[in-house]
T-cell receptor, first 118, second 113 residues
């Protein structure tokens, strides 16, 4: 079964410090991994994805994510946090090897609330 | 390029009523998925449509239904509304499945009273 875990409900970091939002996943086939951000009363905004290739993926707004196959993780990172990064972050996975049953469906984690304080 | 458009943004309905939500995907996108977001359950998959065909359905009762039109626009309908149906309903469009990212609309906030 496909699933995503975001072990931290909340992450707090000071502005200018590096941030990490953790994500682990479980799929039966090859994972297609995504990060989304959600601001209050808004939809989800796509940040970045991992399909194949380089384990370090760069995305929007200075975010990057590191894919680790052995640890089945896909942690979101940013070298220097901004107050404006404060939002709800979701990790999601599609099973690339089981298209017959899951097709376009995304499996989401519960979300991590990131707060960056000045 | 216009994004995913969901209408209406906000709805207040009474228990027992029915509601129809609309989603216009990004031009050229043929895949549309719907998700329900609540504080308690998080993001839950409702269904997915591709070229007017429902290809995948989540674990929701039959009161939840949807369809997709030939122009890829999609609607979802909830009949006999219950208080627990209060949620943010999100529509996502994609040019395909697998490696293609989904783009989400702003959502429709449904409140059932």
């Amino acid at each position: 079964a496909q699933s995503v875990a975001q072990p931290e409900d909340q992450v707090n970091v000071a502005e200018g410090n590096p941030l990490t939002v953790k994500c682990t996943y479980s799929v039966s086939g090859n994972p297609y991994l995504f990060w989304y951000v959600q601001y209050p009363n808004r939809g989800l905004q796509f940040l970045l994805k991992y399909i194949t290739g380089d384990n370090l993926v760069k995305g929007s707004y200075g975010f990057e994510a590191e894919f680790n196959k052995s640890q089945t993780s896909f942690h979101l990172k940013k070298p220097s946090a901004l107050v404006s990064d404060s939002a709800l972050y979701f990790c999601a996975v599609r099973d690339g090897g089981n298209r017959g049953s899951t097709l376009g469906r995304l499996y989401f984690g519960r979300g991590t609330q990131l707060t960056v304080w000045p | 390029k216009a994004g995913v458009t969901q209408t209406p943004r906000y709805l207040i309905k009474t228990r027992g009523q029915q509601v129809t939500l609309s989603c216009s995907p990004i031009s050229g996108h043929r895949s549309v998925s719907w998700y329900q977001q609540t504080p308690g359950q998080g993001l839950q998959f409702l269904f997915e449509y591709f070229s007017e065909t429902q290809r995948n359905k989540g674990n929701f009762p039959g009161r939840f239904s949807g369809r997709q039109f030939s122009n890829s626009r999609s609607e979802m309908n909830v009949s006999t509304l219950e208080l627990g149906d209060s949620a943010l309903y999100l529509c996502a469009s994609s040019s395909g499945t697998g490696a293609f990212e989904a783009f989400f609309g702003q959502g429709t906030r449904l409140t059932v009273v």
